[in-house]
């Protein structure tokens, strides 16, 4: 939460100062965020590969397992496309890519700016990574909020298909204390299943 | 898209093969700063553009009706698999 907010704030200040900036017919070179981008992937990338767990975790993948990210997937995005019959001014693979973010923000935004600018323009590209950013924020506040109430209303799995990418890390605690600590491996492979999917799925609606 | 998903596949074989190198069990920390350094830069890239500033209070409904969207699909999946594939292996047990 605190990671979050940190975040959020720095995002606040970037909106200050460009907005400072544009008063001052300023413009930073959009090339800048494609290469931290590019820094950031590698990052990921490297966490990933290096992290002593994967290895136990690809070895104890039971084929039900992996219905708990594909429920993820598969609710989140027939869900966000049901969306892009009410919000017209976005077709129905912006939907998708937004959903595709599963609560991981800071990538999922980012991509969607970044990759969306070639079709929509700078502006609708600006836009869009915008609403994913807000999305998948709220998307990990509802989970952190409404775990024992999912949890009573549809099931133990419930918080840990909500939480999305984010059962790895910020919303495991509280998944841990509702779910019970029986799911904690099976909300920590669907965290990085659907941590892995981002970069995939968001790219994938985004060339759509 | 194909760069940025190589780039990650990319950083996981480096990831892999320097998994013993004990300098990168604190990647999580740079990472951090570089998502914190990308989301500086779109809210520059966002406040500079005087359409979005305005458009904030739609585009924030908006961002709220996905994301009850996501989270309520996602929900109902789960319950269908927990209530025909969990549930039912626990009954067993």
């Known amino acids: ?61 039971r ?54 600018e070639a079709s929509l323009g700078v502006q609708l590209a600006a836009e869009l990574g915008t609403i994913a950013l807000m999305t998948n924020i709220m998307r990990e506040i509802i989970t952190l909020l409404f775990t ?12 840990i298909c909500a939480g999305g990418a984010t059962t790895i890390d910020t919303t495991l605690p509280i998944i841990t204390k509702y779910s019970g600590q029986d799911l904690v491996f099976v909300a920590i492979l669907h965290g990085i299943l659907v941590d892995l999917s981002v970069p995939i799925l968001v790219s994938f609606f985004c060339s759509l | 898209m194909f760069i940025v998903i190589g780039i990650m596949f990319g950083g996981i074989a480096i990831g892999y093969l320097l998994r013993k190198a004990t ?31 305005r458009n904030l209070p739609l585009l924030g409904g908006q961002a709220l009706l996905l994301a009850v969207a996501g989270t309520l699909g996602s929900v109902l999946a789960a319950w269908l698999v927990y209530r025909f594939v969990f549930k039912k292996k626990e009954e067993k047990a």
């Open chain 1, 148 to 159: 024992p109430l999912m949890v009573k209303y549809f099931g133990r799995l419930a918080p």
């Open chain 2, 23 to 53: 300098f990168l069990k604190h990647i999580g920390k740079p990472i951090n700063y570089t998502i914190i350094l990308l989301l500086f830069l779109l809210g520059i890239q966002v406040g500079s553009d005087q359409n979005i500033i």
């Open chain 1, 63 to 116: 084929p039900t397992l992996l219905l708990v990210p594909l429920a993820t997937i598969v609710g989140t995005l027939s869900f966000s496309a049901l969306v892009s019959l009410v919000l017209v001014k976005w077709s129905v693979f912006d939907c998708m890519a937004v959903g595709s973010g599963f609560a991981y923000y800071s990538l999922s935004s980012i991509l969607i700016t970044e990759l969306k």
């Open chain 1, 1 to 61: 939460m605190k990671g979050s907010l940190i975040v959020v704030l720095f995002f606040a200040l970037g909106c200050v100062l460009g907005w400072g900036l544009n008063l001052f017919e300023i413009t930073i070179d959009g090339d800048l965020t494609r290469y931290v981008l590019y820094l950031l992937m590698l990052q990921v990338g490297i966490s990933i590969g290096c992290d002593k767990k994967l290895g136990d975790i690809i070895r104890n993948i």
